[in-house]
Each structure stands twice: as structure tokens, then as C-alpha cells.
């Protein structure tokens, strides 16, 4: 069974840092595009970053452009989300996603396979 299972929320103070971890398990996602998406309460879930399946294209919402980094590991089967500069807006819960298209997406619909989410809490 392919699973997606992110870690490495938790509650911050506006400025600090985390890094997230999305760590598959069932295959290999190898040469497959990942992506992280984010969603708080009665909202669409929105674009966060994806990266390309050989890890040479990157791409940012412009909101995080310049503070966050998604970065894979492809021996690890992990893909990451280092998150500088957090800012209350950045509370959300994070869900990371891959394709099998090696394409980077910013469109939630063209991912197949999605983790459980991890909440991020940015505290003023």
C-alpha cells in the first residue's frame, strides 16, 4: 500500500523555523514530481511548492518565495519543506503530494497520491 506520511509540524514563534518531512513507503517515487500543498479551516487547499522529479525545477507560491525550500532525497524516499521566517499566516495544516508525472504542479488535481497532513502553528 503507497503511503504518504508527512512529519515535523508543530507550534513556532512568528520567525522561526521549521522543517517538514514527507517520507513515502510502498514504492518508489523516484523521477515522480512531489509537491506541498497547505489548508486552514474554510479554505481551498492551496499551493505551497513542488519540485521536479529529478530535483533540478523548483517552484514557490510568491507568498513563501525566498522563505521556504523543498528539497528531496530520493535514496530516502523523502521529500522536505524547510520553512524560514514562518509568519502567523503560515498556520495551516501541510500536506505534501506526489505524481507520477515528473513535472513539477501547482494544481492540487494533477497529484495522485497525498499524505494525512501536518499541522503548523505560527504563534504572534
Known amino acids: 500500500q503507497v503511503q504518504l506520511v508527512e512529519s515535523g509540524g508543530g507550534l513556532v514563534q512568528a520567525g522561526g523555523s521549521l522543517r517538514l518531512s514527507c517520507a513515502a513507503s510502498?514504492?518508489?517515487?523516484?523521477?515522480?514530481?512531489k509537491g506541498w500543498f497547505r489548508q486552514t479551516p474554510g479554505k481551498e487547499r492551496e499551493f505551497v511548492a513542488t519540485i521536479s522529479g529529478s530535483g533540478s525545477t523548483t517552484y514557490y507560491a510568491d507568498d513563501v518565495k525566498g522563505r521556504f525550500t523543498i528539497s528531496r532525497d530520493d535514496a530516502k524516499n523523502t521529500v522536505y519543506l524547510l520553512m524560514n521566517s514562518l509568519k502567523p499566516e503560515d498556520t495551516a495544516v501541510y500536506y505534501c503530494?506526489?505524481?507520477?508525472?515528473?513535472?513539477?504542479?501547482?494544481?492540487?488535481?494533477?497529484?495522485?497520491?497525498w499524505g494525512q497532513g501536518t499541522q503548523v502553528t505560527v504563534s504572534s
Open positions: 510502498g514504492r518508489t517515487f523516484s523521477g515522480y514530481a
Open positions: 503530494a506526489a505524481r507520477v508525472s515528473g513535472v513539477g504542479s501547482t494544481v492540487r488535481r494533477t497529484y495522485d497520491y
